[in-house]
């Protein structure tokens, strides 16, 4: 069965770090996009970052493009996302997310998601 285990999120200050990490299993790793969505609330589900741990390729949103950066394990299959200089508006709930690779656009348009984890809760105060 596939499995992608969420933590690291918890509550800081604006201006503040974190680091999320993604475990997975029950499939190959190499062969998948892995990635972040976030949900807040009264908000639409948003794709945040996603890696191809085969070749290393990345992709941002650009509301955190410079500041959260995206990177992986492949020895631990685990995706980790750093987030720095966090604001407010980066509340939400972060979904782990994988997919078979597929044609870039599709990555970039975030419509690769076969499979979801369970979220972890980010709270930013001001």
């Known amino acids: 069965d596939v499995q992608l285990q969420a933590s690291g999120g918890g509550l800081v200050q604006a201006g503040g770090s974190l680091r999320l990490s993604c475990a997975a299993s029950?499939?190959?790793?190499?062969?998948?996009?892995i990635g972040w969505f976030r949900q807040a609330p009264g908000k639409e589900r948003e794709g945040v970052s996603c890696?191809?741990?085969?070749?290393?390729?990345?992709y941002y949103a650009d509301s955190v493009k410079g500041r959260f950066t995206i990177s992986s394990d492949n020895a631990k299959n685990t995706v980790y996302l750093q987030m720095n200089s966090l604001k407010p508006e980066d509340t939400a709930v972060y979904l782990c997310?994988?997919?078979?690779?597929?044609?870039?656009?599709?990555?970039?348009?975030?419509?690769?998601?076969?499979?979801w984890g369970k979220g972890t809760q980010v709270t930013v105060s001001s």
């Open positions: 997310a994988a997919g078979v690779v597929g044609p870039p656009a599709d990555i970039a348009g975030w419509g690769w998601v076969d499979y």
């Open positions: 890696i191809i741990s085969r070749d290393g390729s990345t």
């Open positions: 029950g499939f190959t790793f190499d062969d998948y996009v």
